[in-house]
Nanobody, 124 residues
Framework: QVQLVESGGGLVQAGGSLRLSCAAS????????MGWFRQASGKERELVAL????????IYADSVKGRFTISRDNAKNTMYLQMDGPKPEDTALYYC?????????????????WGQGTLVTVSS
Protein backbone atom coordinates (compact mmCIF):
# COMPACT_ATOMS: atom_id res chain seq x y z
CA GLN A 1 0.00 0.00 0.00
CA VAL A 2 1.32 3.41 -0.94
CA GLN A 3 2.39 5.85 1.73
CA LEU A 4 2.29 9.58 1.02
CA VAL A 5 4.10 11.98 3.35
CA GLU A 6 3.66 15.71 3.04
CA SER A 7 6.32 18.14 4.24
CA GLY A 8 7.60 21.68 3.83
CA GLY A 9 4.82 23.59 5.52
CA GLY A 10 5.42 26.38 7.97
CA LEU A 11 4.92 30.06 8.62
CA VAL A 12 5.54 32.36 5.68
CA GLN A 13 4.91 36.03 5.13
CA ALA A 14 2.49 37.10 2.46
CA GLY A 15 4.39 37.59 -0.77
CA GLY A 16 7.12 35.15 0.22
CA SER A 17 7.76 31.65 -1.07
CA LEU A 18 7.36 28.11 0.19
CA ARG A 19 7.79 24.70 -1.40
CA LEU A 20 5.81 21.69 -0.30
CA SER A 21 6.89 18.12 -0.98
CA CYS A 22 4.95 14.87 -1.16
CA ALA A 23 7.09 11.75 -0.93
CA ALA A 24 5.58 8.45 -2.03
CA SER A 25 6.68 4.95 -1.12
CA UNK A 26 5.30 1.45 -1.54
CA UNK A 27 3.51 2.02 -4.83
CA UNK A 28 4.04 2.84 -8.48
CA UNK A 29 4.27 6.60 -8.27
CA UNK A 30 4.66 7.23 -11.98
CA UNK A 31 1.46 5.35 -12.84
CA UNK A 32 -0.90 7.79 -11.17
CA UNK A 33 -1.97 11.37 -11.38
CA MET A 34 -1.08 13.36 -8.27
CA GLY A 35 -2.72 16.31 -6.63
CA TRP A 36 -2.51 18.80 -3.83
CA PHE A 37 -5.57 19.57 -1.75
CA ARG A 38 -6.08 21.90 1.16
CA GLN A 39 -8.50 22.39 3.99
CA ALA A 40 -8.79 25.66 5.85
CA SER A 41 -10.32 25.84 9.28
CA GLY A 42 -14.08 25.53 9.07
CA LYS A 43 -14.06 24.85 5.33
CA GLU A 44 -14.28 21.81 3.12
CA ARG A 45 -11.23 20.25 1.54
CA GLU A 46 -10.60 21.59 -1.96
CA LEU A 47 -8.40 20.71 -4.89
CA VAL A 48 -5.48 23.11 -5.29
CA ALA A 49 -3.61 21.60 -8.23
CA LEU A 50 -3.13 18.31 -10.01
CA UNK A 51 -0.60 16.85 -12.41
CA UNK A 52 -0.85 13.97 -14.83
CA UNK A 53 1.46 10.96 -14.81
CA UNK A 54 3.95 12.45 -17.27
CA UNK A 55 3.40 16.04 -16.13
CA UNK A 56 1.93 16.90 -19.51
CA UNK A 57 -1.27 18.15 -17.91
CA UNK A 58 -1.53 20.47 -14.92
CA ILE A 59 -4.71 21.97 -13.55
CA TYR A 60 -4.99 24.69 -10.93
CA ALA A 61 -7.76 26.12 -8.84
CA ASP A 62 -8.58 29.63 -10.01
CA SER A 63 -7.54 30.98 -6.62
CA VAL A 64 -3.91 29.88 -7.07
CA LYS A 65 -3.37 30.23 -10.82
CA GLY A 66 -0.26 32.21 -11.61
CA ARG A 67 1.05 31.89 -8.05
CA PHE A 68 1.47 28.16 -7.41
CA THR A 69 3.31 25.61 -9.55
CA ILE A 70 2.87 21.87 -9.28
CA SER A 71 5.58 19.50 -10.46
CA ARG A 72 6.71 15.93 -10.02
CA ASP A 73 9.92 13.95 -10.21
CA ASN A 74 9.03 10.35 -11.05
CA ALA A 75 12.62 9.23 -10.52
CA LYS A 76 12.41 10.47 -6.92
CA ASN A 77 8.79 9.46 -6.32
CA THR A 78 8.12 13.00 -5.19
CA MET A 79 5.66 15.74 -6.06
CA TYR A 80 6.09 19.42 -5.27
CA LEU A 81 4.02 22.54 -4.86
CA GLN A 82 5.92 25.77 -5.28
CA MET A 83 3.97 28.55 -3.58
CA ASP A 84 5.01 32.01 -4.72
CA GLY A 85 3.27 35.10 -3.45
CA PRO A 86 1.11 33.28 -0.92
CA LYS A 87 -1.79 35.17 0.63
CA PRO A 88 -3.33 34.86 4.09
CA GLU A 89 -6.28 33.06 2.50
CA ASP A 90 -3.90 30.26 1.47
CA THR A 91 -3.53 29.33 5.13
CA ALA A 92 -4.62 25.69 5.43
CA LEU A 93 -3.58 22.10 5.95
CA TYR A 94 -2.20 20.85 2.65
CA TYR A 95 -2.57 17.22 1.62
CA CYS A 96 -1.41 15.17 -1.33
CA UNK A 97 -3.08 12.16 -2.90
CA UNK A 98 -3.14 9.96 -5.96
CA UNK A 99 -5.76 9.75 -8.65
CA UNK A 100 -6.47 7.03 -11.23
CA UNK A 101 -5.98 9.69 -13.88
CA UNK A 102 -6.08 13.47 -14.09
CA UNK A 103 -9.68 13.57 -15.24
CA UNK A 104 -10.91 11.45 -12.35
CA UNK A 105 -8.89 13.51 -9.90
CA UNK A 106 -10.30 16.74 -11.29
CA UNK A 107 -13.70 15.40 -10.21
CA UNK A 108 -12.39 14.97 -6.67
CA UNK A 109 -11.74 11.24 -6.82
CA UNK A 110 -8.65 10.07 -4.95
CA UNK A 111 -7.24 6.61 -4.29
CA UNK A 112 -5.92 6.78 -0.76
CA UNK A 113 -6.93 7.73 2.74
CA TRP A 114 -5.81 11.19 3.73
CA GLY A 115 -2.53 11.62 5.54
CA GLN A 116 -1.66 14.12 8.23
CA GLY A 117 -0.96 16.94 5.84
CA THR A 118 1.43 19.83 6.28
CA LEU A 119 0.28 23.11 7.77
CA VAL A 120 0.87 26.34 5.87
CA THR A 121 0.28 29.59 7.69
CA VAL A 122 0.56 32.84 5.75
CA SER A 123 0.92 35.99 7.80
CA SER A 124 -0.12 39.38 6.50
Amino acid sequence: QVQLVESGGGLVQAGGSLRLSCAASGGTFSAYAMGWFRQASGKERELVALISTSAGITIYADSVKGRFTISRDNAKNTMYLQMDGPKPEDTALYYCNEGRNWYSMSRGNVLNAWGQGTLVTVSS
